[in-house]
């Protein structure tokens, strides 16, 4: 199954949101910077992610985004189906009723190849569902043996966070 890069951003983005002060915000073009992608292509997936309440929005010049739950809160299929949605990624177009000989009417029984493809669909989907941000995050700590991938997102986020105005 091949997802778009629209997903790896998106959870690229969420895990370094995670890292913001109760007060800051990230921009777009800050987040992209960061990432190396399109600012205008990574947009569009950060508004998905809104309005999926996974991330928060400040508009303005000043504005940015933040996460809208813990990181906790948050699992691997949250941002995946935000970003992907809901529909199945295999569907059944019913071919075994094209071509030179169809069966006439309806079939009666199910496509066995659909029923296959979708109890697999069902078992990624719980998967992801059991993965946190924080357990994504958890884990990055743990194998950040020398701290450099923390560090790298640390003095970014010194630079280009916002801070929200207590007004």
């Keep these: 199954m091949k997802m778009s890069d629209g997903v790896e951003q998106a959870i ?3 895990a370094m949101m995670a ?19 399109s600012t205008s292509y990574l947009l569009k ?41 809901p529909a199945p990624a295999f569907r059944c177009a019913e071919i075994r009723q094209r071509g030179p000989n ?8 199910p496509c ?13 989907r719980d998967e992801l569902a059991k993965v946190t941000l924080a357990d994504v995050l958890g884990d990055l700590r743990a194998k950040d043996e020398d701290g450099a ?10 630079h280009h966070e916002r801070r929200r105005s207590a007004s």
């Design 112 to 124: 066995s190849i659909n029923a296959a493809m979708l109890r697999a669909e069902r078992v990624y």
């Design 19 to 37: 890292g913001l002060t109760a007060d800051g915000v990230l921009s777009a073009a800050a987040l992209a910077e960061f990432h190396g992608v």
């Design 12 to 14: 690229h983005s969420v």
């Design 45 to 85: 997936h950060l508004q998905a992610l809104s309005g999926a309440g996974i991330v928060v929005t400040k508009p303005g010049p000043t504005g940015g985004y933040r996460l809208a739950r813990a990181p906790r809160e948050i699992t691997l299929l949250d941002v995946v189906l935000a970003i992907e949605g």
């Design 102 to 109: 169809p069966l006439p009417g309806k079939p009666k029984t």
């Design 149 to 158: 991938i923390a560090a790298r997102g640390c003095a970014f986020l010194e």
